[in-house]
């Protein structure tokens, strides 16, 4: 492993890499010759912790390149990050998935499932600048506060939430506008390799 196939661990050392072909028929004889893999486009998971696990990061290459073209954290199929990356595999926009406080402006997660508040924030949207500064930009939270603190990924009911921008302004009325309109992908499509591309870069706010 190195830093072209995998992601560094807690100990500086390099985590063991799952690769997967699904837009791509592969021959056995690459066994014989790992590097031939990067010949084609491929999904490559690396487990977020070193003992493995199917939490992850996965992210798709196509053929002949190292930059990724998509990257999600996954937990089983559960998306719980997307990255949107330029053509240098920065990120450009990252849509953070899990109940947090609605004044939450950053990119972090709230460990205290029962202060999340009148208007619990489920996906957030932030723009990330050149220097790495992140700007939150859109969200969806709920219509009402919890009456019991949920798991930080319960996923709630559609018709429970509002989809908007940071200062309350409804700006999309259904789920399907709004995940349009952020190039988000809550299955995680784009790891299945037709649908892969780089960010499309949606409209400032």
């Known amino acids: 492993m190195n830093a072209e196939n995998s992601i560094a661990s807690e100990t500086a050392d390099f985590k063991p890499a799952r690769y997967s072909f699904p837009d791509a028929?592969?021959?056995?004889?690459?066994?014989?010759?790992?590097?031939?893999?990067?010949?084609?486009d491929r999904r490559r998971?690396?487990?977020i912790v070193s003992s493995g696990g199917d939490w992850v990061i996965a992210e798709y290459f196509v053929a002949g390149s190292h930059v990724p073209t998509s990257r999600f954290?996954?937990?089983?199929?559960?998306?719980q990050r997307q990255e949107q990356l330029d053509r240098t595999g920065r990120a450009v926009r990252i849509i953070a998935i899990g109940w947090t406080r609605p004044s939450t402006a950053e990119d972090d997660e709230t460990a205290d499932m029962s202060k999340l508040g009148e208007h619990p924030v489920w996906i957030r949207v932030f723009k990330v600048s050149p220097a790495g500064k992140k700007s939150l930009v859109a969200l969806a939270w709920r219509r009402q506060g919890f009456t019991a603190a949920p798991a930080i990924y319960?996923?709630?009911d559609d018709k429970s939430l509002m989809f908007g921008l940071p200062d309350g302004t409804v700006k999309?009325?259904?789920k399907a506008e709004f995940?349009?309109?952020?190039?988000i992908d809550l299955n995680a499509r784009r790891l299945l390799g037709g649908a892969a591309s780089t960010a499309k870069s949606p409209a400032d706010f």
Do not use: N
Not at 179 to 183: F, G, P, V
């Open 25 to 40: 028929a592969v021959p056995q004889s690459v066994l014989r010759d790992l590097t031939r893999i990067y010949s084609y």
């Open 45 to 47: 998971d690396v487990p």
């Open 179 to 183: 995940l349009k309109a952020q190039d």
């Open 154 to 156: 319960d996923e709630p």
């Open 73 to 79: 954290r996954l937990l089983g199929k559960q998306v």
């Open 172 to 174: 999309w009325h259904t």
